[in-house]
């Protein structure tokens, strides 16, 4: 079984700064991908940033790019988001999710196998 703990939500004012963090803890063997959804309020939960891990790369929404950066500690088994210029409509519980090997897109919520209980970020003045 693996856990996902998030942690560095909170309050924060638009155009500030915030930096999530995930750690995996359990029984993993290796990691495929971990990645940041997030669910504001009312809206269905989307798809905010990935890393593949091995690979090096990464992928955003369109909504985040520019602003927002993940990273990795691989000998930790934790991602990270720099949250930059941060605006009102970022608003929204952020979770984290990881998976073993590939099963689809990022975009989808089956391409994980695993998912963090959330952690709060407001953004507002």
């Known amino acids: 079984q693996v856990q996902l703990v998030e942690s560095g939500g909170g309050l924060v004012q638009p155009g500030g700064s915030l930096r999530l963090s995930c750690a995996a803890s359990?029984?993993?063997?290796?990691?495929?991908?971990m990645g940041w959804y997030r669910q504001a309020p009312g809206k269905e939960r989307e798809f905010v940033a990935a890393?593949?891990?091995?690979?090096?790369?990464?992928n955003y929404a369109d909504s985040v790019k520019g602003r927002f950066t993940i990273s990795r500690d691989s000998a930790k088994n934790m991602v990270y988001l720099q949250m930059n210029s941060l605006k009102p409509e970022d608003t929204a519980v952020y979770y984290c999710a990881a998976r073993s090997k590939w099963r689809g897109s990022y975009y989808q919520d089956s391409a994980w196998e695993y998912w963090g209980q959330g952690t709060q970020v407001t953004v507002s003045s």
């Open positions: 890393d593949s891990w091995s690979g090096g790369s990464t």
């Open positions: 359990g029984t993993i063997f290796s990691i495929n991908a």
